[in-house]
C-alpha cells in the first residue's frame, strides 16, 4: 500500500524554523518528483514546492523563495521541507504529495507568538 | 486571488447531474493536464481526475472530466450525499513554473 506519512509540524514563533519530514513506503519513492501543498485554516490549495527524482530540478512558489528548502534522501525514502524565516501567512497544513497523485495526511504548522 | 477560476459554490439534488467548471490561460490549462481533486470535510485531498479526464482505479465513473482550450470541467452524475465536498482543479503553469490551484467549489447535496 502506497502511504505518506508527514511529522515536523508545530507551534514555532514568527521568524522561527521548522523541518518537516515526509516518510514514504509501498512504491519505487526515487521514481516520482515529489511535491509539498499546503492549506492555510479555512482556504484553498496551495503548491509550496516540489523536487525531481534525483533532486536535479527544485521548484517554489514565489511566497516562500530564499525561505524554504527542499529535499530528499532516496535511500531514505524521504522527502524533507526546511522552512526559515517563518510568517504567521505560513501557518497551514502541509501535505506530502507524490507527483500530484497519491497525498499524505498533513502536518499542521502554526506561526504565532 | 488564485490563478484558475472555479465557482465558490454548487449545489445538486440526489441524482442529478452537476459540473464544476476552471478557467485558466494559456499558459496553464491551454498547454498542460488538469488534475480534479475531491476533499471530503476533515480529510486530506484525493485525487479524482488526472490528465484531464482519466479516473484513477476506485474511482466512480460516475465522475467525469474534459478539457478545451484554456478551460476544464468536472462533471459529477447521479449525485449522491457523500459527494457532498470540496473540490479543486489544479495543472502546471508554464510561465510560473509551478502548479497552480482553483479556489476550490464547494459543493452541497441538497
Known amino acids: 500500500e502506497v502511504q505518506l506519512v508527514e511529522s515536523g509540524g508545530g507551534l514555532v514563533q514568527p521568524g522561527g524554523s521548522l523541518r518537516l519530514s515526509c516518510a514514504a513506503s509501498?512504491?519505487?519513492?526515487?521514481?516520482?518528483?515529489m511535491v509539498w501543498v499546503r492549506q492555510a485554516p479555512e482556504k484553498g490549495l496551495e503548491w509550496v514546492a516540489n523536487?525531481?527524482?534525483?533532486?536535479?530540478?527544485?521548484y517554489y512558489v514565489d511566497s516562500v523563495k530564499g525561505r524554504f528548502t527542499i529535499s530528499r534522501d532516496n535511500a531514505k525514502n524521504s522527502l524533507y521541507l526546511q522552512m526559515n524565516g517563518l510568517r504567521a501567512e505560513d501557518t497551514a497544513v502541509y501535505y506530502c504529495?507524490?507527483?500530484?497523485?497519491?497525498w499524505g495526511q498533513g502536518t499542521t504548522v502554526t506561526v504565532s507568538s | 486571488q488564485s490563478v484558475l477560476s472555479q465557482p465558490p459554490s454548487a449545489s445538486g439534488t440526489p441524482g442529478q447531474r452537476v459540473t464544476i467548471s476552471c478557467s485558466g490561460s494559456?499558459?496553464?490549462?491551454?498547454?498542460?493536464?488538469v488534475n480534479w481533486y475531491q476533499q471530503l470535510p476533515g480529510t486530506a485531498p484525493k485525487l479524482l481526475i488526472y490528465s484531464s479526464n482519466q479516473r484513477p482505479s476506485g474511482v466512480p465513473d460516475r465522475f467525469s472530466g474534459s478539457k478545451s482550450g484554456t478551460s476544464a470541467s468536472l462533471a459529477i452524475s447521479g449525485l449522491q450525499s457523500e459527494d457532498e465536498a470540496d473540490y479543486y482543479c489544479a495543472t502546471w503553469d508554464d510561465s510560473l513554473n509551478g502548479w497552480v490551484f482553483g479556489g476550490g467549489t464547494k459543493l452541497t447535496v441538497l
Open positions: 523536487i525531481k527524482q534525483d533532486g536535479s530540478e527544485k
Open positions: 509501498g512504491f519505487n519513492f526515487s521514481s516520482y518528483w
Open positions: 494559456s499558459s496553464n490549462i491551454g498547454s498542460n493536464i
Open positions: 504529495v507524490r507527483a500530484m497523485g497519491v
